[in-house]
């Protein structure tokens, strides 16, 4: 693993999930899950393929592939991250936002390592 790749991911990664984290958290009050989280991954998909793609994987060249593996993934994250909400905070009786939070770690080492081998891996 490219230590210093790995290292930017996170940097910039936490700045990515302050941004999302506050949009989801805003929005958990007032929304569906489904919704809450489906805005919060719109805030990420925008602002998380700008900065993954030009400072963690530095790609030169922006291929319409790679966006649409990059919007396939935020997808499925989206769906994943619903899901794991309802089910914990259901199953453990805890609530939604502190569900979403409990979840990020996950999120995180399946974004990463989706993006370094499947969607940026050729650039």
């Known amino acids: 693993m490219d ?3 790995g290292k930017d991911f996170f940097i910039l990664g936490l700045v990515n ?3 999302t984290n506050i949009f989801l958290q805003l929005f958990l009050l007032i929304l569906p899950i489904i919704l809450a989280t489906l805005i919060s991954q719109i805030v990420n998909i925008f602002f998380g393929y700008f900065i993954y793609n ?3 994987f530095k790609v030169k060249k922006v291929r319409f592939v ?3 593996k990059y919007l396939i993934l935020a ?3 989206w769906q994943f991250n619903s899901l794991l909400i309802i089910k914990l905070s259901l199953n453990f009786q805890i609530s939604r936002n502190l569900a979403a939070i409990l ?3 996950f999120l995180t080492i399946f974004s990463y390592l989706s993006q370094k081998y499947l969607i ?4």
Request: hydrophobic fraction near 55%.
């Open 3 to 5: 230590l210093k790749q």
């Open 17 to 19: 999930f302050f941004i």
């Open 54 to 56: 030009y400072f963690v």
């Open 66 to 68: 790679t966006i649409l």
């Open 75 to 77: 997808f499925c994250s």
């Open 103 to 105: 979840i990020i770690p």
């Open 120 to 123: 940026f891996k050729n650039n």
